[in-house]
């Protein structure tokens, strides 16, 4: 397992809330965190519906210790909050998910949706100016021609470095219900919105049409059973992609058996044990989060209390299962009451496929080592988290005489929550969304 240190002598936050942490409003929440392909931009969304996206630190001669610093490189306003008056419901600003599409120019696309709404931004730079033009003075007005004597050729100025971002495409009225997530296509020409009962397909460059490729609502409402949690595409198979149940069960489609997939390819599902059924089965078996590995080859889950792995190829049970906080399954009655039992993780891989992270309560969150199988837990927050300290494991105990280093399991804050993470695709460098609060943390650094 990594030694993770706090790599960066300050932690992010909405520029809102910049003075103080504890004074933060609502829309301040972070609600999804995203690196880019390459990690140089990390992007955040609110629930304020603002974008921040930042860039890491270029190496310097000088300080070398700075590479691994992300610096604010672009804020925008991605959503505002909406009214549908057909059905008399407000639409929510915050950002549910952000996905970046690859980069093919000097400029950077990212997606982001809201509840109805997926928009396509664009962030280039601009460090020169156009002057010298003929049918306008400097200042813009525009001139009389007849006043025009003589051609100029207009020239490019250096300017102050300019990023700015402009909303290309928008990809509206597709979904009558809640988008819970996107996913962008191997092709690069297409990706999918997922609400809680159908997945629709977009190519790119047409916002006026969608194909609904799943479609689980039925003919009577009073008869659902289920609804679709996430989906995702397969990282190199462009007409695989998968989608998890609040059953618990992944079903993976494959879109040359039909347009329509509504049978699926293959169904993953672990039986429940008769010994540990409950009222709150149903609702802790609810997966939360589906991400394929970087290879394709394996799938990982997350439900209330496990993150699971699973081998495409075996259908009958999970590869792996990983205990996040197993120490709540007595406390599981006051998460109910309390609605913390419906929180929905997300999980993470890192670059070779081989640890796994995902949150919990009290600003922790795990790792798991898939092939040492060690685990640890580590806390995101501003009192332990010092410049550059290692960051010391925690441990919750159940009952007891507490150990010095420990913390008792009734003494967890269910406020502070690790919800969002995300891992740099080639680098031990991790990004864990606290409230309002962005940690990055780095590997111990020499």
């Given amino acids: 397992m990594k030694c993770f240190s706090r790599y960066l002598p300050y932690i992010f936050r909405p520029p809102s809330t910049i003075l103080s942490s504890s004074c933060h409003t609502e829309a301040d929440i972070i609600s999804t965190v995203e690196f880019n392909a390459t990690g140089e931009l990390l992007a955040t969304g609110d629930k304020g519906g603002r974008v921040v996206v930042f860039q890491r630190e270029q190496e310097s001669k000088n300080q070398p210790q700075r590479r691994g610093e992300y610096n604010v490189y672009s804020t925008f306003q991605s959503h505002e909050p909406e009214f549908d008056y057909l059905k008399s419901l407000e639409i929510e600003e915050k950002i549910n998910k952000i996905r970046w599409l690859p980069q093919h120019n000097a400029a950077y696309f990212l997606l982001s949706t809201n509840d109805k709404t997926v928009k396509l931004w664009k962030i280039s730079e601009r460090d020169k100016r156009p002057e010298g033009y003929n049918l306008k003075d400097e200042d813009g007005r525009i001139r009389d021609p007849a006043t025009i004597t003589t051609l100029r ?60 490729i799943v479609d689980i609502k039925p003919a009577n409402m009073e008869e659902l059973t289920e609804v679709i949690t996430a989906a995702e595409f397969h990282p190199n198979q462009c007409n695989t992609f998968v989608y998890s149940s609040s059953k618990g069960s992944i079903r993976l489609c494959d879109m040359r058996a039909s347009a329509l997939c509504d049978n699926h390819s ?30 394709g ?14 081998d495409l190829n075996m259908e009958s049970k999970p590869l792996e299962t990983y205990q996040v906080h ?7 009655c006051s998460l109910y009451e309390n609605d913390c039992i419906f ?60 150990r010095k280093d420990e913390i008792s399991v009734d003494s967890l804050d269910f406020s502070k929550k690790i919800l969002h993470t995300a891992w740099h695709p080639s680098e031990n460098i991790i990004a864990v969304a606290a409230t309002n609060n962005l940690y990055i943390f780095q590997d111990k650094v020499n």
């Fill in 343 to 402: 929180d929905k993780f997300e999980c993470v891989w890192n670059g070779s496929d081989s640890v796994i992270m995902t949150g919990s309560y009290n600003n922790f969150f795990r790792m798991f080592d898939r092939n040492t199988k060690r685990d640890v837990t580590l806390e995101a927050s501003r009192e332990n988290s010092k410049p550059r300290a290692i960051l010391k494991p925690r441990k919750v105990c159940l009952g007891g005489k507490r």
């Fill in 326 to 332: 197993d120490y709540l399954r007595s406390k599981l």
């Fill in 297 to 310: 080859r394996y799938l990982m889950t997350r439900d209330y209390l496990t993150v699971k792995v699973w």
């Fill in 266 to 295: 293959k169904f993953f599902e672990e039986p429940e044990d008769p010994s540990n059924r409950s009222f709150f089965s149903e609702i802790i078996s609810s997966i939360s989060d589906v991400k394929f590995s970087h290879n």
């Fill in 153 to 212: 050729v207009p020239v490019l100025r250096p300017m102050d470095l300019m990023v700015e971002a402009t909303a290309r495409r928008v990809y509206s009225n597709a979904h009558t219900y809640h988008i819970n997530s996107i996913s962008v296509n191997s092709d690069y020409e297409t990706f999918m919105s997922t609400d809680d009962l159908r997945i629709n397909l977009w190519n790119l460059e047409i916002t006026n049409k969608s194909f609904n």
